[in-house]
């Protein structure tokens, strides 16, 4: 690799048919802003799928094609270009590879699975997918698609022609038939004779492993190595081309082995460039250090530099708060018992096609008399509950190895009358074959949708804990599990990603800012919560509270709700309330409970508790920014590599897909780069705003130059890694304390140079505020003192150099964090 990384900035790429104007972001696109990434200080773009994909998809993980660079994004001339203006700048280039699953929603722009279709068994990418073929399949030994609106619906079956095709059509859904068949033929007698039958969509009949359970996502079988070589075959290409220096690999839990798959890759992508995966990992699991990987994509760095900024304390609060309007605490214990229902509803609803399909291979795996006499209804309900209790995504990872049999013991001691279904599973997995495998990859799925996309929807003490990788029962980190786990990355994992926002992130990082500082006003939010809810009741009040919470993150400080503001919530909503699915789902839509919310929604804008939440907000978003700002740089300066999500190098109020994955203004940014290349002088902005200050509190000029402020901070973060790599790839991590009334408000790193231990290897400390608005209403730092080792220490932020022992109030008075770099010493010559 000939481009060290230090950081990276993800691109969220689209073609025009993806957006209703036609705008797009494609290569171009992302070329033209490579000189603001170069200043900004990046040393790699981040690109989101280049694969060609549905071209109407504003994420592109539905690739149809993985041997081709996208046309819709500008192809691989396209990308090439972008790869020598970016390398002519001194970045380089990550991809982002989808190995699970390819997009068949429309099985015409997937030329793979139309063959499949068209040919079956016969097709030579019959093996690309992971088809169950068995006859007792439910579709008669036939590719089961599940696309009926109801089972008579065969009936309104046509022929066709398209683009001189002859196909069978279900209004726009069409499929291939016989090369030899023509319009005058029988419909019906042309359609028993194809490899696949068309199913009603609720009968859960469908034979191929899919992601989670999307239809129109088909799991591919990356454990062949023909598909893996076929499917790689460009990443082959640009790796001998020099395009790109790293990899991110979306989703590697679906795969039949993961470690065999990354063992692969990292033949095709070297030893010396980067490798990260998408694994999410629970709150007590830790990576498997077998796989031949750089680390994750920085959900577990996530968790933990939110929670290191919740105070604590107001767990019981909160607790009570939402159990008053929710029915539950959801603290850890009612989190598992929802976690548990909701995987185990999951798993019988839509992944039940998935879990039959594991019951079929368990029976096949089974050579032993184990279980013999079990029942189907039996053994589908013990092998449900099992997944419902697995604790991980998947558990067949070394470090993960007793994981099943803790939880088969557990079940085999609580429920007596389960263990001959039990036996029979534990037989087939201990065959080491297709149950084994298949086990694993539903566990995942059933863990994403039962949790993530349920119950992560449900719980409402503190939602800004409901995040990728989350823990909602886990009411924040301790300072010392922080440092602990900071050190334990750069010993471990010093080259994994860590990132504040996604292009899946619930909530951007600055929006749970706002919810995280709800837990410093826990009294002051109950009181807001019951005022709210006795003039404007919500029409159910779990879903109040859960959408009132979200909606205090991105409420403006000033007040002025736009309409884009406005429309962009109310789609959220919907989307919330239909994830959820206590009201209203997608598949069963309720319309009148919708409308209901949204009418609540736009009374709480615009109505008479509008002026009381603004109010309540002012100093809500004041603590926010600081806590935005003192969190982006220890993410920028903590272990790892850091992840900047594009546009959030500016305050960002996004929320769940598609509303973060919007245009970003660019020319906004450079603007604002320009003129802290010119200079700032912060003194003077202080004063200024100090001066017009409508309220009182520390750091005016945040709250008028928050922007400003925020791309100040990833600026000199990004420009320090550039100048000092040596102290943050592989670099020490140690903690820094302060001393005094106030020293619990502070969360310090300190880097150095590995080779020379202690502190006098220490070149980089990162100060940050916690609890700010505590802080301020306790009288601020008062004496509090941090001591820095031996020299002189420059503050990036500010410019103003500091020696020993130095007053935090002195330290952090421009800034509510701050990036000392010790300076080099000046000797006589």
């Given at each position: 690799m000939r481009r060290p990384i230090t950081a990276t900035y993800r691109l969220q790429l689209r073609g025009p048919q993806a957006d209703p104007s036609g705008r797009a972001f494609g290569f171009a696109e992302a070329a033209a802003q490579v000189p603001y990434l170069q200043s900004l200080g990046v040393s790699h773009i981040y690109l989101s799928p280049i694969f060609t994909a549905i071209p109407t998809s504003n994420h592109n993980y539905d690739v149809t094609d993985p041997t081709e660079i996208n046309p819709e994004l500008g192809g691989i001339e396209g990308l090439r270009e972008l790869a020598d203006v970016a390398h002519e700048a001194g970045l380089g280039l990550i991809i982002d590879i989808v190995p699970n699953h390819l997009g068949v929603e429309n099985p015409r722009l997937n030329k793979w699975w139309w063959d499949v279709l068209r040919h079956g068994q016969d097709s030579e990418y019959e093996h690309y997918f992971d088809i169950d073929w068995h006859a007792d399949n439910g579709a008669g030994g036939k590719l089961g698609l599940p696309v009926l609106g109801s089972p008579e619906d065969v009936d309104k079956l046509e022929l066709r022609e398209v683009d001189g095709e002859v196909v069978l059509a279900y209004y726009d859904n069409l499929f291939p038939v016989g090369e030899d068949v023509t319009l005058d033929d029988d419909v019906a007698e042309v359609y028993e004779q194809q490899h696949y039958r068309l199913m009603y969509w609720r009968d859960g009949v469908i034979s191929y492993r899919r992601f989670f359970s999307v239809n129109g996502l088909a799991g591919i079988r990356q454990e062949d190595p023909m598909v893996?070589?076929?499917?790689?075959?460009?990443?082959?290409?640009?790796i001998a081309e020099d395009i790109i220096d790293g990899v991110r690999v979306d989703h590697p839990d679906g795969l039949s082995d993961p470690f065999g798959y990354l063992n692969r890759l990292r033949e095709v992508v070297g030893p010396d460039r980067w490798l990260v995966v998408e694994k999410i990992l629970e709150v007590d699991e830790t990576l498997d250090p077998r796989l031949a990987v750089d680390g994750t994509t920085g959900y577990d760095a996530l968790r933990e530099l939110d929670g290191v900024f919740i105070e604590r304390e107001a767990e019981d609060s909160l607790s009570m708060l939402a159990l008053q309007h929710s029915g539950s605490t959801w603290d850890q214990a009612a989190i598992d018992v929802t976690q548990q229902q909701l995987k185990r509803e999951v798993a019988q609803?839509?992944?039940?096609?998935?879990?039959?399909?594991?019951?079929?291979?368990?029976?096949?795996?089974?050579?032993?008399?184990?279980?013999?006499?079990?029942?189907?209804?039996?053994?589908?309900?013990?092998?449900?509950?099992?997944?419902?209790?697995?604790?991980?995504?998947?558990?067949?990872?070394?470090?993960?190895?007793?994981?099943?049999?803790?939880?088969?013991?557990?079940?085999?001691?609580?429920?007596?009358?389960?263990?001959?279904?039990?036996?029979?599973?534990?037989?087939?997995?201990?065959?080491?074959?297709?149950?084994?495998?298949?086990?694993?990859?539903?566990?995942g799925a059933v863990m994403a949708k039962g949790v993530e996309d349920t119950t992560f929807y449900r719980a409402c003490r503190l939602v800004a804990l409901q995040e990728v990788g989350g823990a909602p029962g886990r009411f924040g980190v301790s300072a010392a599990e922080f440092h602990l786990l900071q050190q334990e990355r750069a010993r471990l994992w010093p080259k994994a990603m860590t990132t504040l926002s996604t292009h899946d992130t619930k909530r951007s990082e600055d929006v749970r800012a706002r919810i995280i500082e709800l837990t410093e006003r826990p009294l002051d939010f109950s009181e807001l919560v019951h005022r709210v809810t006795s003039v404007v009741p919500a029409p159910d009040s779990g879903t109040g509270h859960f959408l009132l919470q979200n909606l205090l993150g991105v409420w403006p400080a000033d007040g002025?709700?736009?309409?884009?503001?406005?429309?962009?919530?109310?789609?959220?909503?919907?989307?919330?309330?239909?994830?959820?699915?206590?009201?209203?789902?997608?598949?069963?839509?309720?319309?009148?409970?919708?409308?209901?919310?949204l009418d609540w929604i736009d009374v709480l804008l615009d109505g008479p508790v509008t002026s009381m939440i603004t109010e309540f907000v002012a100093p809500l978003a004041r603590g926010a920014v600081r806590i935005s700002l003192g969190r982006k740089l220890l993410q920028l300066t903590g272990p790892g590599i850091p992840d900047v999500y594009q546009g959030t190098e500016f305050f960002d109020d996004s929320l769940v897909d598609p509303d973060n994955r919007r245009f970003v203004d660019y020319t906004a940014r450079q603007q604002t780069l320009d003129i802290l290349a010119e200079g700032v002088d912060w003194e003077d902005l202080a004063a200024e705003a100090e001066a017009q200050a409508e309220t009182t509190g520390d750091y005016p000029h945040l709250d008028l130059y928050g922007d400003r402020a925020k791309l100040h901070?990833?600026?000199?973060?990004?420009?320090?890694?550039?100048?000092?790599?040596?102290?943050?790839?592989?670099?020490?991590?140690?903690?820094?304390?302060?001393?005094?009334?106030?020293?619990?408000?502070?969360?310090?790193?300190?880097?150095?140079?590995?080779?020379?231990?202690?502190?006098?290897?220490?070149?980089?400390?990162?100060?940050?505020?916690?609890?700010?608005?505590?802080?301020?209403?306790?009288?601020?730092?008062?004496?509090?003192?941090?001591?820095?080792?031996?020299?002189?220490?420059?503050?990036?932020?500010?410019?103003?150099?500091?020696?020993?022992?130095?007053?935090?109030?002195?330290?952090?008075?421009?800034?509510?964090?701050?990036?000392?770099?010790?300076?080099?010493?000046?000797?006589?010559v």
């Open positions: 893996f070589e076929h499917t790689h075959r460009i990443v082959r290409q640009l609803t839509e992944l039940s096609a998935e879990i039959r399909r594991l019951a079929r291979a368990m029976r096949r795996d089974n050579f032993s008399t184990a279980g013999s006499s079990v029942s189907e209804e039996d053994l589908l309900t013990t092998i449900t509950e099992l997944v419902a209790a697995m604790p991980v995504y998947r558990a067949d990872y070394l470090s993960l190895s007793r994981v099943t049999a803790t939880v088969v013991a557990e079940m085999s001691r609580r429920f007596p009358s389960r263990r001959d279904a039990l036996d029979l599973i534990v037989a087939a997995l201990n065959a080491n074959a297709e149950a084994k495998i298949r086990f694993a990859q539903v566990c002025q709700i736009t309409e884009q503001l406005r429309e962009r919530f109310r789609a959220y909503a919907v989307k919330a309330l239909r994830e959820a699915s206590v009201h209203t789902t997608w598949v069963d839509p309720v319309e009148s409970f919708e409308n209901a919310v901070i990833v600026h000199e973060g990004l420009k320090v890694r550039t100048d000092h790599p040596e102290y943050f790839v592989g670099g020490e991590m140690q903690a820094v304390f302060a001393v005094g009334p106030a020293e619990a408000h502070l969360i310090g790193l300190a880097r150095g140079a590995s080779h020379i231990p202690g502190e006098a290897g220490i070149g980089v400390i990162t100060l940050a505020t916690r609890r700010p608005l505590d802080l301020e209403r306790n009288g601020g730092w008062q004496d509090t003192t941090v001591t820095l080792p031996e020299g002189t220490w420059l503050d990036r932020l500010t410019g103003r150099t500091y020696e020993e022992t130095v007053p935090l109030a002195e330290v952090l008075r421009l800034f509510p964090t701050a990036l000392l770099v010790k300076q080099p010493v000046e000797r006589d």
